[in-house]
């Protein structure tokens, strides 16, 4: 073979191939809206028949024009709508999904008026809002909402006493209330809810005092009433609770003399004391406990001597003590006979 057709060959190696394109993925059951927010940048799960069952759109920049149409995409199980451009126009294409069972709507611009839609989809497990004008009064339209597990109202304008009109809803198990103009004679109403297990009191107007009815509630497991005035009276109330693994009493009202009966705890797991008046004192009864896993002291008066006393634990695995008085020897120390335990004393923070 001569030069001239080795580098003619060559070169021909070289220039652009034609390559087929790539059989694009039709999907013939999508309602034209489903098409379109996928353009957009929903993600989009799909059951074996290739029919769309899971929508997220969180955060994709979408507005009532673009729903148009949702309502015909009947196969939805999960849809998540976190902080879109939904307004109360729009919000009416949802209640044709009656196959729904999961529903994000926190951060979307609706209001009460919604919920009208909203109460026809019969099949919700988990219904989340957050940040909406929700009174008590607009609960009444998710009446029929009688599967619901897990409901979210957090930083609206709904309280405990708005779940009146839900108490056909048996298998409640996950509420949150974070930040809700909720008081101590409504949570009465959170005992008609047998299955209850969770509940997110943080930030709301309850105090001790509304802590003996929540003593009621015995299949409650994780509590969190931080930032609230609950005090050490309502701490005695929550030590009655017979299955509680978590409890967050962050930057509350308690002191010292909550620890006797909070030791009492045997079931508790994870114990949040963070930004309380609180000492040494006591801290001996903390170690006792038989389960207790992960418990923040962080913002006390703690010093090395009652580290020392944790370190007696069975069960601890992480103590933390950011912006105490513990010192390095003391965490040293601490290290030197609890090797076993994740000391956490220098406050860093996070990038």
């Known amino acids: 073979m001569s030069l001239w057709s080795v580098l003619l060959i060559s070169a021909i190696g070289c220039m652009p191939q034609d390559i087929p394109d790539a059989k694009k993925e039709t999907f013939p059951l999508d309602p034209p809206a489903v098409e379109r927010l996928g353009r957009l ?78 109460g026809q989809l019969t099949e919700l497990e988990r219904l989340l809002f957050r940040g909406q004008p929700i009174r008590d009064a607009d609960l009444a339209q998710l009446a029929p909402l009688t599967k619901l597990k897990v409901l979210g109202l957090d930083d609206t304008d709904a309280s405990a006493g708005g779940l ?57 497991e994780d509590l969190d009433v931080s930032e609230t005035k609950v005090d050490d009276a309502g701490a005695a109330e929550i030590a009655k609770l017979p299955k509680l693994t978590d409890l967050n009493l962050w930057k509350t009202k308690v002191t010292d003399a909550s620890l006797p009966d909070l030791a009492k705890l045997t079931t508790l797991e994870r114990l949040n004391l963070d930004a309380n008046d609180l000492t040494d004192a ?66 860093q923070v996070e990038e």
Request: aromatic letters at 4%.
């Open 41 to 118: 940048g929903a993600k989009i799960s799909r059951s074996s028949s290739k029919a769309p069952i899971g929508m997220d759109l969180s955060r994709v920049v979408a507005t009532d024009v673009d729903f148009r149409g949702l309502g015909e995409a009947v196969t939805l199980r999960k849809l998540s709508l976190q902080d879109v451009g939904m307004t109360d126009e729009s919000a009416s294409e949802l209640a044709p999904l009656t196959k729904l069972q999961s529903l994000d709507m926190r951060g979307v611009s609706i209001t009460g008026e919604a919920l009208q839609s909203l």
């Open 164 to 220: 009146e009109h839900l108490q056909n809803a048996h298998d409640l198990k996950e509420l949150y209330l974070f930040n809700t103009p909720t008081v101590d004679e409504e949570l009465a109403v959170l005992t008609k809810f047998p299955a209850l297990a969770k509940l997110r009191l943080r930030g709301s107007d309850v105090t001790g005092s509304g802590m003996a009815e929540l003593a009621k509630i015995g299949s409650l």
């Open 282 to 347: 006591n801290l001996a009864l903390l170690a006792a406990m038989p389960n207790l896993k992960w418990l923040h002291l962080g913002s006390t008066s703690v010093t090395d001597a009652g580290i020392l006393e944790l370190a007696k634990s069975k069960s601890l695995e992480t103590l933390i003590v950011t912006r105490t008085k513990v010192t390095d020897d003391g965490a040293a120390a601490f290290a030197a006979i609890a090797p076993n335990i994740t000391l956490q004393h220098i406050y």
